[in-house]
């Protein structure tokens, strides 16, 4: 007779070990070098990040006097992002989307800062006509697509400004800048899903400043190492010194070839630091004195720049030169922008519709 079955409950076996599956992302970028920049880039660096500085400190002062109304986002401290990135672009073929904090993006674009000026004080000369203001600048001369004041939302434009490139066969790329709060949003997930799937030619910026509004990249993402944020659907990401604009120059670089090889998109993700608030309104509680001077002390991108061209045998005086023409420059921006007529009421009708025929 056949002996029954034991009925006695065991203790279930330990599963084998499932092997970790292999790297999604086999083939990927190379590792990024910093750009070996001449001693003319560098000034032209030097340059550009001074402008950006000067412009947004003066931007500040003319928000505090009642002469910009709405929000102001300044871009003190994150200049060697938007200068590198820029630095590696065809201008008239390479598209640039991005949020709130555009003006620097706007000067490192070799947009006039009168007309930029202009428009945050509301003027008819302004880039957008005095009707976009702070957040919302926009220039289709120089395929730059604003300037958006909800968060995220460029992202998703820029997905599609990086669709109309693919389409017409054009060989632009686009640049879609965005920050770490905004890494958070749902549309930012479904943007790379069809970019990688339709293998899309945009290299999405993760400009981490460190701080969304008023909380900490850290309290606010699970996963704070945002470069890695494109993983689940294929795309490659690469974290870079947002303060050191040879690094970004270099990785924007080696995201373009990337791109251009047919490999569609890929994630930057800029380590940056804001030294001002969110915005004008914001005091910045949140942090120490004491950490933003740390990172001025050890990090500025200008002084960075500056120390890298001293080195070179770049003297003082050149430096001071600079310097001089940037406040003039700013200066005259300036006045220009308080001297410039508001908008006709007739503006109101304008730039609402394109009918096509």
Same mark, same amino acid.
């Given at each position: 007779?056949?002996?029954?079955?034991?009925?006695?409950?065991?203790?279930?076996?330990?599963?084998?070990?499932?092997?970790?599956?292999?790297?999604?992302?086999?083939?990927?970028?190379?590792?990024?070098?910093?750009?070996?920049?001449?001693?003319?880039?560098?000034?032209?660096?030097?340059?550009?990040?001074?402008?950006?500085?000067?412009?947004?400190?003066?931007?500040?002062?003319?928000?505090?006097?009642?002469?910009?109304?709405?929000?102001?986002?300044?871009?003190?401290?994150?200049?060697?992002?938007?200068?590198?990135?820029?630095?590696?672009?065809?201008?008239?073929?390479?598209?640039?989307?991005? %949020?709130?904090?555009?003006?620097?993006?706007?000067?490192?674009?070799?947009?006039?800062?009168?007309?930029?000026?202009?428009?945050?004080?509301?003027?008819?000369?302004?880039?957008?006509?005095?009707? %976009?203001?702070?957040?919302?600048?926009?220039?289709?001369?120089?395929?730059?697509?604003?300037?958006?004041?909800?968060?995220?939302?460029?992202?998703?434009?820029?997905?599609?400004?990086?669709?109309?490139?693919?389409?017409?066969?054009?060989?632009?790329?686009?640049?879609?800048?965005?920050?770490?709060?905004?890494?958070? $949003?749902? $549309? &930012?997930?479904?943007?790379?899903?069809?970019?990688?799937?339709?293998?899309?030619?945009?290299?999405?910026?993760?400009?981490?400043?460190?701080?969304?509004?008023?909380?900490?990249?850290?309290?606010?993402?699970?996963?704070?190492?945002?470069?890695?944020?494109?993983?689940?659907?294929?795309?490659?990401?690469?974290?870079?010194?947002?303060?050191?604009?040879?690094? &970004?120059? %270099?990785?924007?670089?080696?995201?373009?070839?990337?791109?251009?090889?047919?490999?569609?998109?890929?994630?930057?993700?800029?380590?940056?630091?804001?030294?001002?608030?969110?915005?004008?309104?914001?005091?910045?509680?949140?942090?120490?004195?004491?950490?933003?001077?740390? &990172?001025?002390?050890?990090?500025?991108?200008?002084?960075?720049?500056?120390?890298?061209?001293?080195?070179?045998?770049?003297?003082?005086?050149?430096?001071?030169?600079?310097?001089?023409?940037?406040?003039?420059?700013?200066?005259?921006?300036?006045?220009?922008?308080?001297?410039?007529?508001?908008?006709?009421?007739?503006?109101?009708?304008?730039?609402?519709? &394109?009918?096509?025929?």
């Amino acid at each position: 007779m056949a002996k029954p079955a034991s009925t006695r409950t065991t203790k279930a076996s330990k599963p084998a070990a499932v092997p970790a599956p292999a790297d999604h992302n086999r083939e990927r970028p190379g590792e990024p070098q910093p750009y070996a920049a001449s001693k003319d880039e560098l000034f032209e660096f030097y340059k550009q990040m001074t402008l950006i500085r000067r412009f947004e400190e003066r931007a500040g002062q003319l928000y505090g006097l009642g002469l910009i109304g709405g929000f102001c986002h300044l871009y003190i401290g994150q200049e060697a992002v938007a200068v590198g990135i820029q630095s590696a672009l065809t201008p008239g073929k390479d598209s640039v989307i991005t %949020g709130y904090r555009d003006h620097g993006h706007m000067l490192a674009y070799g947009i006039d800062p009168k007309v930029i000026m202009a428009e945050l004080t509301g003027r008819a000369a302004g880039i957008s006509h005095g009707k %976009g203001g702070s957040m919302h600048m926009f220039s289709v001369e120089h395929k730059f697509y604003g300037g958006h004041g909800i968060v995220g939302a460029q992202v998703s434009l820029g997905t599609g400004l990086a669709f109309s490139h693919k389409y017409k066969e054009d060989g632009g790329v686009c640049v879609a800048y965005f920050g770490d709060g905004a890494s958070n $949003q749902g $549309q &930012v997930y479904e943007s790379f899903n069809m970019a990688e799937l339709w293998k899309l030619p945009i290299i999405y910026v993760i400009e981490n400043n460190q701080y969304a509004m008023g909380t900490s990249v850290n309290r606010s993402s699970s996963e704070d190492q945002l470069y890695r944020r494109g993983e689940s659907f294929r795309i490659p990401g690469i974290q870079v010194d947002g303060m050191d604009v040879n690094a &970004v120059r %270099g990785a924007t670089e080696e995201a373009l070839a990337w791109i251009r090889a047919g490999n569609g998109p890929i994630i930057l993700e800029m380590k940056t630091y804001r030294y001002r608030g969110h915005s004008m309104s914001d005091p910045a509680k949140y942090r120490s004195r004491e950490e933003v001077q740390a &990172v001025r002390d050890k990090s500025d991108p200008i002084e960075h720049v500056k120390k890298i061209l001293i080195e070179a045998g770049a003297k003082e005086d050149d430096l001071k030169a600079i310097d001089t023409e940037i406040r003039k420059i700013v200066a005259e921006a300036a006045d220009f922008a308080e001297s410039s007529p508001e908008p006709d009421m007739a503006e109101l009708y304008t730039d609402v519709l &394109v009918e096509r025929y």
